[in-house]
């Protein structure tokens, strides 16, 4: 029978503008609450995968993993722990999800029962806004999509939305109310208050029609967590979580080139793959951590993880969410087949906030806590399938896991 791989500790910062913390003061906050959590010691951790974007622009920092190993590991005498920094734009957390999970598992074929640890930070509003739009958009093509920011791309794909359905701009702002409604009951969020739909609907346009409160801020923030094999979460008396299974897929990097650009083809696959290979599917699932780096993405992702048809998100949104303002946080979506789903209870990019290279790992905390049954005030009740959805640029590169209670 094959090994499974448990999450046996997570750790997560606080996100926001945190100027009186450096990237390597966040980095070891994540990994000790993690440490901590797992109840188990530096010197045990074999290896670690780090997601980021981007330090060299946004701190003049590369070398990254001998920088963590140097500030935080070295510190343990005889210490051999390997470290590798991922980079895969916006979805770097979730790719180094995936590697840290495939490392478990090569390890368990081998015989071994390898300790992992898996984190993500960014650092980013040391530096202006205009500079770090600047340095985001490194994540597009640079040479064929030149000028254009995210907020314009993003915005592009809620225009052909507009154009081939009958939503209407307002649908997509009841995502943002259910988001900042979430966050409000999550003390590391961001933007932990709650906001109208009628400020959202008139925040102003920052790339039409994409809005300011359609739209993820810039954050600092670190997240980790630790795995390893169920057989070895055992002997440790963890409090673990199964992770199924993680799948990563690319696409092309610029818009144009896709044939349907209301179809996130990596999303799509990676998503299909995660379900083939775990036997469960969209219908299975009760909570759900998706990239939304703006509202259209939720809607896109809601549709390409196979919850809604294609094109008919934006009626269930309605559906769903038209009275969010007057309902108790956690606000689910409702479902065609009659069942709830549970988005983005953390408050989601939007208003928890997307440091990018700590996004990945952050969804995996979220849904890890759901299922353990420690989140708080935010806890869905019996919760016991979640899945997390992060997203590099426009869709370039995709990342879904499945997390479920043993």
Request: aromatic share 8%; hydrophobic share 40%.
């Amino acid at each position: 029978m094959k090994e499974k791989v448990a999450i046996i500790g997570v750790g997560h910062t606080e996100f926001g503008e945190l100027w009186d913390r450096s990237w390597v003061d966040l980095v070891e906050e994540a990994g000790l609450k993690a440490l901590e959590d797992a109840n188990i010691k530096k010197n045990d951790i074999n290896k670690f995968f780090l997601g980021n974007m981007s330090l060299g622009m946004f701190g003049g920092q590369e070398h990254t993993a001998s920088k963590v190993f140097s500030e935080i590991f070295n510190s343990s005498p005889g210490n051999q722990v390997l470290g590798r920094r991922i980079e895969g734009a916006c979805s770097s957390g979730g790719l180094a999800l995936e590697a840290s999970f495939n490392d478990v598992l090569a390890g368990a074929h081998q015989g071994e029962d390898r300790v992992i640890m898996a984190g993500g930070f960014e650092k980013m509003t040391d530096k202006p806004t205009d500079e770090a739009t600047k340095i985001l958009s490194a994540a597009s093509d640079m040479g064929k999509e030149l000028g254009f920011t995210f907020p314009a791309l993003y915005g592009m794909l809620k225009d052909r939305y507009l154009e081939e359905t009958d939503a209407e701009e307002e649908d997509f702002d009841y995502i943002a109310v259910k988001s900042h409604k979430n966050a409000s009951l999550n003390k590391r969020a961001q933007y932990s208050f709650e906001v109208s739909h009628d400020k959202v609907k008139k925040s102003f346009k920052v790339a039409n029609p994409t809005k300011l409160l359609n739209s993820s801020g810039i954050a600092d923030g670190a997240a980790a967590l630790i795995m390893t094999t169920e057989r070895k979460a055992k002997k440790l008396d963890a409090d673990y979580i199964l992770l199924e299974d993680v799948r990563g897929v690319n696409d092309s990097i610029a818009l144009f080139e896709r044939d349907d650009i209301l179809t996130l083809v990596s999303t799509k696959k990676a998503a299909e793959l995660v379900y083939e290979s775990t036997g469960f599917g969209p219908g299975d699932i009760d909570i759900a951590e998706l990239h939304d780096c703006f509202s259209i993405a939720e809607a896109l992702a809601l549709e390409d993880l196979g919850f809604y048809p294609k094109r008919e998100a934006w009626r269930w949104i309605r559906k769903s969410l038209s009275d969010c303002e007057d309902k108790q946080a956690p606000v689910p979506y409702k479902l065609p087949n009659g069942d709830e789903l549970f988005v983005n209870t953390s408050g989601g990019l939007k208003a928890k906030g997307h440091p990018v290279g700590a996004t990945g790992i952050a969804q995996a905390v979220e849904v890890t806590e759901q299922l353990r049954g420690n989140a708080g005030d935010r806890q869905v009740e019996g919760a016991r399938i979640g899945i997390t959805h992060n997203v590099g640029g426009s869709g370039g590169t995709a990342v879904v896991s499945l997390l479920r209670k043993p």
